[in-house]
């Protein structure tokens, strides 16, 4: 049975929210955090673990140095400090997929801590909203397997068996923690969106990982808390785990607004849990109630020396570093002529990414963005998938592009190849030779088609002898309907107008 909602103006005119995001980031290292294991995604269950990230008695960490610069280089990007000296704890709990029953993780000592992010959320009228998140602490850990829970539910809860596979037990990653973002209103699930959004963006820049959220190397824990209007202190709060695109953050956190606020309105009392969402249903339910630190019986990691990055490195680290993703968005706009209106669209669709490699590709800049802004995400839209996950890949689309610059698709053929694309079909080239999508250029074809059309239309062709030249669009589309849009327009009204003097 699912909750009871208020409306979501409702809640807002009752309650203050304050939202916290904790995203969890694997990072791109060869191998894993403490062991030599690799890190290739997909490889075969459990062929990828050895007897430290299996939890075995007798096998000893030893802590990985490109994972620590990675954090390094994030926590300065987020305008973090970075820690003279830290070190690793254990983090005890009992779960199927950590074997050695608890995880090497960082407590109160953090390799980063207190910085914060600037959040540019969109509005209406083509303005921009800017929030600064604060950031809490990013801090080292290690990943936990993956289960799989075989039964009618796909959850642990009425499953009737589990399958792990300890592949990705050990792959480092850094979680992002924020301190409590208040003062958003009604703006709250846009602006969890928009930092999760600018976070994968600068991580990506960073190089230090893939942020593919549908595979799982960026989630997210969208923590949520309602308190009575105007009082100034925080709710009881809930934290819906392992959300794994953007439009599920800000749904999730929408879906949360309302139901604590008919929970509190109602006076019910918010239990502090973590919740299940649901992409399906769009809904969150209840999952186990909320550890709080003490729970986990934090201890010093005994086997692990601490961690001392020193200062010339911290510091050779910073210049290194990439431009601000501000600076960066200023700079793409001059370079590809965008309007303020059309830079916020792109990045608002998540597609700036997108059309920053289709241009490296071979592409305009207003042929990338038109095809990313407007057929595929179209396509986004009605699949309810982000556009990074929809299966086109930026060089295929440029190659799209480059087919129709050349004479060979137009754009109603062009659209044919990206359904081909985004089916698994192969390449565009490939597309077009399987589904016969090439233009027709024989002038013989075109001719006759032309004549067919010009013999079945008497009043039309009569028209543009007269001089009324704009009614050649009717010959045009009988000639494109003819030959399954598939002849050069332009190519057509030329011979219709030559045929009719």
Not at 23 to 32: A, F, I, R, S
Not at 424 to 447: F, K, M, N, Y
Not at 459 to 473: D, L, M, N, P
Request: contains cysteine.
């Amino acid at each position: 049975m699912s909750d009871s909602l208020m409306s979501y103006d409702q809640a807002l005119a009752a309650f203050d929210p304050a939202l916290g995001l904790e995203v969890h980031v694997e990072l791109n290292t060869v191998t894993k955090m403490f062991c030599g294991c690799p890190t290739t995604f997909g490889a075969a269950p459990n062929t990828q673990t050895c007897p430290t990230c299996l939890g075995l008695p007798g096998s000893m960490p030893v802590v990985n140095a490109a994972a620590v610069e990675s954090a390094i280089r994030i926590g300065l990007a987020l305008n973090c400090s970075i820690a003279e000296w830290c070190r690793f704890a254990r983090k005890n709990y009992f779960y199927p997929d950590m074997p050695k029953n608890f995880q090497t993780s960082q407590y109160d000592e953090p390799i980063a801590y207190d910085g914060w992010l600037e959040v540019a959320v969109p509005v209406e009228g083509g303005d921009v909203e800017t929030y600064r998140v604060e950031i809490e602490r990013a801090h080292m850990e290690e990943d936990t397997g993956k289960s799989t829970h075989i039964g009618r539910t796909g959850r642990i809860h009425g499953a009737d068996y589990s399958l792990v596979d300890y592949n990705r037990a050990g792959i480092p990653l850094i979680e992002i923690v924020t301190k409590p973002v208040l003062g958003t209103g009604e703006r709250a699930p846009d602006v969890a969106r928009a930092y999760v959004g600018q976070l994968r963006e600068l991580l990506l820049g960073l190089g230090v990982s893939d942020v593919r959220m549908e595979q799982g190397s960026l989630r997210c824990d969208v923590n949520l808390s309602l308190a009575p209007k105007g009082s100034g202190t925080l709710g009881t709060r809930t934290e819906t785990k392992n959300v794994n695109s953007l439009r599920s953050v800000e749904r999730a956190a929408r879906y949360e607004v309302q139901r604590h606020a008919a929970v509190l309105a109602q006076g019910g009392r918010i239990l502090q849990e973590t919740r299940h969402w649901h992409e399906d249903t769009g809904i969150t339910t209840s999952g186990r109630e909320k550890s709080d630190a003490e729970d986990y019986r934090y201890f010093p990691e005994p086997d692990l020396v601490p961690v001392a990055p020193g200062r010339e490195w911290v510091e050779r680290l910073r210049t290194e570093l990439p431009e601000p993703p501000q600076e960066r968005r200023a700079r793409l706009q001059e370079a590809w002529g965008f309007t303020d209106l059309e830079m916020r669209d792109t990045v608002g669709a998540g597609a700036l990414v997108l059309v920053e490699q289709t241009i490296a590709a071979g592409a305009t800049a207003q042929a990338a963005r038109k095809w990313w802004l407007g057929e595929l995400a179209r396509r986004a839209n009605e699949s309810e998938t982000e556009l990074s996950e929809l299966g086109a890949a930026p060089a295929d689309v440029a190659r799209v592009q480059a087919l129709v610059d050349e004479g060979t698709l137009n754009d109603r053929l062009a659209r044919q190849v990206l359904d081909g694309l985004l089916a698994g079909e192969g390449t565009p080239d490939e597309i077009v030779a399987a589904r016969g999508l090439a233009i027709v250029s024989d002038e013989g074809a075109l001719g006759a088609a032309v004549d067919n059309a010009i013999a079945a239309n008497p009043g039309v062709a009569e028209k543009i002898r007269e001089g009324k030249v704009a009614a050649a669009g009717a010959l045009i589309g009988a000639v494109m309907k003819e030959m399954r849009g598939q002849a050069d327009a332009n190519r057509v009204r030329e011979l219709i107008l030559d045929r009719l003097g």
